[in-house]
């Protein structure tokens, strides 16, 4: 009985921050309906079902939404729904007859969750993209990357999930508790572009302020400060150090064995390409594992980097569950969590369509709805396990 529970979503199938928002959604409870293309269509990377890990935890109804048919059953799912998410350019779900407009006419109390890179309007609005170039426009991507070195993608966990799925899973459960007291739904609006941008606040504040500047690698948060950086250590694996405040700083410099020393100031920031030379030295003379023996647990603001293989094996995550197994796979667990109502994953992903009767007799389709269904091709049950698709399929 997660937090949500009680809740129905529907999630117009698509990838990255629409899946990864559904998860979060369904992990707190709420039942999320998927719905995905009868025809799995989808080009580039495939994945077996069972690592599809965004997935998780809600049901598949396979639709043919080019078939009049399937749009009207789809609408009859809203009119039962709390809220819809979809990931789609804008004005596709229009042409599909499933915009906003159509769906809050049918529940007027709906949340329509949007999930795009650009937004819905604007010069960019149509344009393709992908978590790389949404960041790169707010700003985030030029401050990420070292001394004299182009920027870094971290990863797409800045646009797609930090900056989309967050923000759009803060929006629909917000539309959602603002629904309870108007008796009106909503359309939430979320642009990747604009989270990253709003993950970036207090970095813009600093830098308004004159304390960050444009060189990226020059800054106590961006590699530039020696006690703000990651090491190599004897045996080729690196600790992580975020000594910023001077109390930390003073445990760093006495776990170092560079305490009484004659070095600078910590903020004196000429000072900082050199300290981090001797940092570089000294953090060589131990392996990784010497060195947490030495600070882990300590005030120093230390930590191993773990690889992904390494990372559920540690005592902190083990002993909080971090990481769980489920359908034979290791992955993270719901997050956050809650002391009354805990957070579970719900089951294992599903294989395109392989709830569609199922779940529409749930919602409250009768056996002959499913067959007339079935007859015109509008929905499909999937028989077998199958591979889906982790690219974006527009309509």
Excluded at 103 to 109: E, G, K, S, T, V
Excluded at 325 to 336: D, F, I, K, M, S
Excluded at 351 to 374: I, M, N, T, V, Y
């Amino acid at each position: 009985m997660g937090v949500l529970s009680g809740y129905r979503v529907i999630e117009l199938a698509g990838i990255g921050p629409g899946p990864m928002c559904a998860m979060l959604l369904s992990d707190m409870g709420a039942d999320v309906l998927r719905i995905d293309r009868a025809t799995d269509a989808g080009l580039g990377i495939a994945l077996e079902t069972k690592y599809s890990l965004l997935n998780r935890g809600r049901r598949s109804v396979a639709f043919d939404l080019k078939r009049p048919e399937a749009t009207a059953a789809v609408l009859r799912l809203v009119e039962k729904a709390d809220a819809l998410i979809e990931g789609f350019r804008p004005g596709v779900t229009e042409r599909l007859g499933l915009g906003p407009d159509r769906c809050l006419a049918r529940n007027p109390r709906l949340i329509y969750g949007r999930m795009t890179g650009w937004g819905q309007e604007g010069p960019l609005a149509h344009a393709a993209g992908h978590d790389i170039n949404y960041i790169a426009l707010s700003g985030a991507l030029h401050s990420i990357g070292r001394k004299g070195e182009a920027p870094v993608p971290p990863l797409n966990l800045v646009g797609d999930f930090g900056g989309g799925a967050l923000y759009l899973a803060l929006g629909v459960v917000a539309g959602l508790l603002e629904a309870q007291k108007s008796g009106k739904g909503q359309v939430v609006d979320a642009a990747m572009v604009d989270g990253a941008a709003s993950l970036m606040t207090a970095i813009y504040g600093l830098h308004g302020s004159g304390l960050w500047n444009n060189e990226r690698g020059d800054n106590v948060l961006d590699t530039g400060a020696h006690f703000y950086e990651v090491y190599e250590t004897r045996d080729g694996k690196h600790v992580a150090i975020g000594s910023i405040e001077a109390k930390f700083y003073k445990e760093l410099l006495r776990l170092s064995g560079l305490k009484g020393e004659n070095l600078p100031g910590q903020v004196d920031r000429k000072s900082w390409p050199a300290m981090k030379e001797r940092l570089k030295t000294l953090f060589r003379t131990r392996t990784r594992d010497e060195w947490c023996k030495i600070m882990e647990g300590s005030d120093v603001c230390f930590a191993p980097v773990l690889s992904m293989d390494e990372a559920p094996r540690h005592p902190h995550n083990r002993h909080r569950g971090t990481f769980v197994e489920h359908g034979g796979v290791t992955q993270p667990g719901p997050a956050p969590r809650f002391s009354r109502t805990p957070s579970a994953i719900q089951r294992l992903p599903a294989r395109p369509g392989e709830h569609s009767e199922e779940a529409l007799r749930d919602w409250g389709f009768a056996d002959s709805d499913l067959e007339r269904l079935r007859k015109c091709g509008a929905v499909a049950q999937s028989q077998r396990d199958r591979k889906v698709s982790v690219t974006r399929r527009e309509a």
